[in-house]
């Protein structure tokens, strides 16, 4: 666009915005006009309305621009109370040993006198070679291709009279690649401080990923990447966008350029080509000049942060691996009870006696299932959870003998093992139902709750599929030879 047609557009723009103000202004003369014109009890409402409305706005502004809370820190457990859960879940036969290793490393970061730095980010950002520029020596793989990075890599150095160790790790948000993303996450909270490193504008993922680092409370310093790419203009631009996409979590946002080398063919004036690799140019002295300043205080007066990070994670660790025992437990209790339910049935002589006989096995396995979880109950409690169960049943029972009359059609081997058999496997389908609904209710809600947990065993009752029946057969099977 030639200058002389901008400076028309220009032209023509304020002369439309000059005119809209003359046409506001005029507007309101006339409403205040006949505003003052009004009776004087129609003036005081209007005049109140518009007065409040005015507050609402004002209001509205102050809530708008209020200064943000910063977001709490995460809390770890104490390290004892951890480490008498990971005894608990080794005493269970658990593999405990990476959590074991996990503490070993915590402690003997702790006594070395090396600060460690990790540098974290999305695939292909640039962090190993980032790395290359940071520690010399160093020559960590780099490629244009995501993924480079397989490991976590540790580098040892020395910077402003102090031993560091600058961990490079695999980048996140790769396809498939969920282990190598753990592995990097895992290392970002064993470090002091951490380098998030991106390439331009922040993707939601990877706002996500620096709040939750952020969260720790450890240094944080988000380094964009690549800023060789653009112009002076577009690079303040960009730093001013990821700023505000920050949002304040990192201590300080830069531009830095790690550098590298990049590859081209190149046409030869004879007609041939040849491949070349050029050096970018590093510029990270930003980044250095941060890293001191943020740094200063020393290893030691950042270790109750690592620390606290390390506990954190080892807490969310120790957390999967308690749920998966407890399920693979709890398994193992359903089952027991819903046998002993099958030999419950077969031995119920008076009319009504199975009913007692079941009652003392389902409290017995609500007892189990609930000091598996850690969930205090209380004899009204069961009986309460016992009641509704047994009113669910009313109409359930017919259910479940249905659905155990088509399943013994399919496993005509039971049929030989003579009457009562229909009702036995009945049995044996409700407590597995009532037991992983209440395992689940336990698990996910930490409580006994009853509503929750007659929802989900009026869904698992009515919705057996062909391989929980088939296993369901073989219980009642099993139990009834081994009567
Ligand atoms: N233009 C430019 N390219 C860079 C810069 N730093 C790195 N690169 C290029 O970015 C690509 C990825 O670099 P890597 O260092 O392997 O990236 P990474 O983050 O370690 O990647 P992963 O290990 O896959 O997670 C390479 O082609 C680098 O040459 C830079 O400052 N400017
Ligand atoms: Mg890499």
Redesign the pocket.
């Known amino acids: 666009m030639s200058s002389r047609l901008r400076l028309l557009l220009a032209a023509v723009g304020l002369l439309a915005l000059a005119w809209l103000l003359l046409a506001a202004l005029d507007r309101a003369l006339a409403l205040a006009q006949r505003f003052m014109g009004l009776p004087t009890g129609m003036r005081w409402l209007v005049g109140g309305v518009l007065l409040l409305v005015a507050l609402a706005g004002a209001g509205l502004g102050v809530w708008w621009l209020r200064p943000r809370k910063p977001r709490t820190p995460v809390v770890a457990p104490d390290r004892a109370s951890l480490e008498a859960r990971i005894e608990r879940l080794r005493e269970a036969d658990t593999d405990v040993e990476e959590l074991r290793k996990e503490l070993g490393e915590l402690d003997r970061r702790r006594e070395s006198d090396r600060t460690y730095l990790a540098v974290f980010?999305?695939?292909?950002?640039?962090?190993?070679?980032?790395i290359a520029a940071l520690v010399p020596g160093a020559s960590?793989?780099?490629?244009?291709?995501?993924?480079?990075?397989r490991d976590v890599v540790t580098y040892e150095t020395s910077a402003w009279d102090a031993p560091w160790t600058v961990a490079?790790v695999?980048?996140s948000s790769?396809a498939d690649g969920e282990t190598r993303e753990r592995l990097a996450r895992e290392e970002a909270l064993r470090a002091h401080a951490v380098i998030y490193?991106c390439?331009g504008d922040l993707t939601r993922t990877q706002g996500d990923e620096l709040r939750w680092l952020g969260d720790f409370g450890k240094p944080l310093l988000l380094a964009v990447?690549?800023?060789?790419?653009w112009t002076p203009d577009e690079l303040a631009r960009i730093l001013s966008r990821v700023r505000e996409q920050a949002g304040g979590v990192p201590d300080a946002v830069l531009a830095?350029?790690?550098?590298?080398?990049?590859r081209f063919t190149r046409r030869l004036p004879d007609g041939s080509t040849e491949d070349v690799t050029r050096r970018?140019a590093?510029n990270v002295q930003p980044l250095l000049d941060a890293l001191r300043q943020l740094l200063a205080p020393g290893s030691a007066a950042l270790e109750a942060q690592r620390q606290n990070a390390v506990l954190a994670g080892l807490h969310e660790r120790t957390g999967e691996r308690e749920r998966a025992w407890r399920g693979v437990e709890a398994e193992r209790i359903v089952r027991r009870y819903a046998r002993r339910a099958v030999v419950g049935a077969m031995a119920a002589v008076a009319p009504g006696s199975d009913l007692v006989i079941q009652g003392a096995l389902a409290t017995g396995m609500v007892r189990a299932l609930a000091a598996l979880h850690d969930v205090r109950v209380t004899d009204v409690e069961i009986d309460n959870l016992l009641r509704q169960v047994r009113m669910t049943l009313r109409t359930g029972t017919s259910v479940a003998l249905a659905v155990a009359g088509n399943a013994l059609k399919a496993f005509p081997g039971l049929g030989t093992l003579g009457g009562g058999v229909l009702h036995a496997f009945a049995y044996a389908l409700i407590f597995d139902s009532f037991g992983r609904a209440l395992a689940a209710t336990l698990a996910e809600r930490r409580t006994l709750d009853q509503e929750d947990a007659g929802e989900r065993m009026r869904e698992l009752l009515g919705e057996a599929g062909a391989s929980r029946l088939r296993h369901l057969a073989e219980l009642t099977g099993e139990a009834l030879r081994d009567r």
């Not at 980010?121 to 980032?130: F, N, V």
């Not at 960590?140 to 990075?149: Q, V």
């Not at 830095?256 to 990049?262: D, L, M, N, Q, Y």
């Open positions: 980010g999305e695939i292909s950002t640039g962090k190993s070679t980032l960590p793989e780099r490629d244009a291709r995501g993924g480079t990075t490079d695999p980048g790769e490193v390439a990447n690549k800023a060789d790419q830095i350029s790690a550098g590298g080398e990049e970018r590093a």
